[in-house]
């Protein structure tokens, strides 16, 4: 049994709620203890079991954006300064995040001032750990997830807060990063999300306008900001997954997730789709080699077959370059 089927088994086995945490082990092959660890995540959030279940035989792809907030200290001037780590007054912290299960339309986010009562907290920065032990749940759930600048920027934070809290590490994923993707392969004037949006899609609306002021009154727990940047963040989302789905199909490095589906059909490396037509009369060719070429009907990918067409006698007269 696959570390990510035990979990899909214990969950339906408890919502279904005729098998003991006990019994749930039992039959998912896990300690008690791992299978407690598990499902207490759960017990007190039933809405979120159904954001981390997907249909059968598909990967778990998540869209996700982090907002978080700057850190406060002391320095002596504007330009070319050094600042030295006791000069900070507070460090950055998480401010919310808003996420997307790939092809399902319901936003799942999180912030410092949800549930603040629940929590007895004297500030909201204070509820901190509840916002990450949220997102830790959905990306350990993940097989793939998406983030813009993600490699470099939110991967790294949230990793930094899983270490705070004292989270293990999630269990595998694979990343994609659209701006490694549009900085790779075209040279369009600005690879900010928010103009990449408008130049792939025919929607004028792009990110929600942001100042300077908005993260300001975060950090000073105002609740209409913090209720601005939630919906400023959940927006980036829809904005995240149209720039996505309009460069996917240009990605060389996507994970191959045709692996993650449980049959054996031939399927697209970047959608999973199997609706492949091939195309005729051309060829991939390397220095020793061709191979037949295939299209992805869903999201255009053009992909080879791992096959060569050459006979062994055409392999064998080839010479190679001094």
Known sequence: MSK???????????????TSWRQIAINVSKPKSTVSDYLRKFKDDPEF???VITPENKPKI???DLETSMILGYFWSLWKQNININAIVEDWYVICWSAKWLGTDKIINCSVHNEFDKF??????DNERYV???LWQLIDEADVIIAYNGKSFDRKKMNAKFLEYGLSEPSPY????PMLICKSKFAITSNKMDFISKYVSDIEEGKIG???????????????ALDDMQSYCDEDINVLERVYLAVRNWDSYAPNLALLYEDSRPRCNGCGSDDLSPIENKHYQTTLSKFP?????SCGKILRSRTTTLTKEKRESLLMNT
């Open 49 to 51: 079991i159904q954001e």
């Open 132 to 134: 990450i032990e949220r």
């Open 4 to 18: 990510k089927q035990w979990k899909k088994d214990a969950l339906a086995m408890m919502i279904e709620g005729e």
């Open 293 to 297: 070429l295939v299209k992805c009907n």
């Open 120 to 125: 007895h907290v004297n500030r909201f920065r």
């Open 210 to 224: 942001t100042n300077l002021q908005l993260w300001l009154d975060c950090m000073n727990d105002d609740v209409d």
């Open 62 to 64: 998540l869209l996700y």
């Open 174 to 177: 694979k990343i994609i990063d």
